[in-house]
């Protein structure tokens, strides 16, 4: 909050100008300390963008397959000074944790998008959506909701009060809340929800398990031989007119017996075509090579981490360990073939959520995930492996503290973040 200078000893112009200079020089400094805040390292691309603080944001709001609007919210006005809205919120949200990170068969991003505008005063955080979170959510006239498991998943035909889900997708049209799902992005992203999980048992060596790769567009290297320059010539002239306008960048070897090596690199759209081009001649058709390139990797992110403890921890301490991270009083143990409590566990393998998947073939002393089924958990046993399970949404609810003070650095005062006080994992020990 930029505080307003008073004067109480004088009311003439020169001191009210002096003092609103000093107010504006303050707030100046103020935007370029929120501007440095970068509470964990992003994922390339996208890049840091804190635009809205000068309230110039243009860029659209993440992508969602399942888009509700509504026309019963209430008329609003456009946000004034100070007031963020739902779109600044979104650029801010994706800058924690990229949307082009999650999974491919997850739902990420906005789900559920108000017909009007309003500014955004109040965010609910919660693991799960259900009823008794959106009557909170009612309750404190909230403005979006973040639900880290996607409320909406599977394509939906309709909207009808039979179903649980499109209730609650109802209720938050008809009361004009955003809903906005991370998901697997969160899991993904380098300083997100498995590096807070795996930081339970203490620091290590740490390393993902399933590697996240750069979202950018497929492409393709395409090497052929052509006999002189004027067959190149010609070839490169059909390549272009014939490549749908997209540029083909391509570099040419010194010639020898064969003739000329040419090495052409194109995306995913222009390589048909191109391909097609090439075969109408002798020389490219009998020496036409392609290669799919690999997209880079992303350092840090992906699914998964492993940790190489730097002070190792025994079975037993690794269960309180969690229990205390997690914020529990009950975990499930399954201790490894030939394993007792007080063995030694060295490095430890964690996957928030149902991690058996990306668990699977992994070694390590311990597996720490929500939930595996009994095959799975007997499998890791035979193989002299330990597993703590805590039950699927208690693997994750912990991290919602850790994003709100994120979040919160991120946004102005007129924005409140609320971790949900309903929200819990349906299954408790009784």
């Not at 360990?321 to 964690?350: D, N, P």
């Amino acid at each position: 909050m930029i505080p307003v200078i008073k004067n109480h000893n004088s009311k003439s112009p020169s001191m009210l100008t002096r003092c609103t200079n000093l107010s504006r020089a303050f707030s100046s400094l103020t935007c370029r300390r929120w501007s440095l805040i970068s509470p964990f390292p992003l994922a390339p691309p996208p890049v840091a963008d804190l635009s809205f603080l000068s309230r110039r944001q243009t860029s659209a709001p993440p992508r969602s397959s399942v888009h509700l609007s509504s026309s019963c919210c209430p008329s609003q006005s456009v946000p004034g000074p100070g007031l963020m809205e739902l779109k600044e919120v979104l650029q801010v949200l994706e800058q924690l944790a990229p949307l082009s990170l999650a999974e491919s068969w997850d739902n990420v991003g906005l789900l559920v998008e108000p017909s009007k505008p309003r500014p955004t005063k109040s965010i609910l955080l919660t693991n799960d959506l259900t009823d008794a979170v959106m009557e909170e959510a009612e309750t404190m006239s909230c403005d979006l909701i973040v639900s880290y498991h996607p409320p909406l998943f599977r394509p939906i035909k309709r909207l009808v009060q039979k179903d649980w889900k499109q209730r609650l997708a109802i209720r938050a049209v008809e009361a004009g809340i955003a809903i906005f799902s991370p998901h697997t992005s969160w899991d993904s992203v380098k300083g997100g929800l498995n590096d807070w999980l795996v930081g339970g048992l203490g620091s290590g060596q740490v390393s993902v398990l399933s590697q996240a790769f750069s979202s950018t567009a497929v492409r393709h290297k395409v090497e052929f031989t052509v006999r002189s320059a004027e067959e190149l010539d010609t070839v490169m002239e059909e390549l272009k007119a014939g490549g749908g306008g997209v540029t083909l960048q391509h570099s040419v070897s010194r010639p020898d017996s064969s003739g000329t090596h040419v090495t052409l690199t194109c995306s995913d759209s222009a390589l048909t075509p191109s391909v097609q081009t090439l075969l109408r001649h002798n020389a490219p058709s009998q020496s036409l090579s392609i290669l799919t390139l690999e997209k880079p990797p992303l350092p840090g992110h992906g699914q998964g981490r492993l940790s190489v403890l730097d002070q190792p921890v025994t079975v037993a301490t690794a269960v309180q360990k969690m229990k205390s991270h997690l914020g529990l009083g009950h975990v499930r143990l399954a201790l490894g073939l030939g394993k007792t409590l007080e063995s030694s566990v060295r490095t430890v393998a964690v996957c928030a959520g149902s991690g058996a998947s990306v668990l699977s073939g992994v070694k390590a002393d311990l597996y720490i995930t929500g939930e595996m089924s009994h095959h799975e958990v007997l499998d890791a046993v035979a193989k002299g492996i330990s597993v703590i399970l805590s039950d699927h949404s208690n693997s994750e609810r912990g991290f919602l503290a850790v994003f709100r003070e994120r979040l919160t650095v991120r946004l102005p005062d007129t924005v409140t973040v609320v971790l949900s006080k309903v929200d819990r994992d349906p299954l408790e020990v009784v």
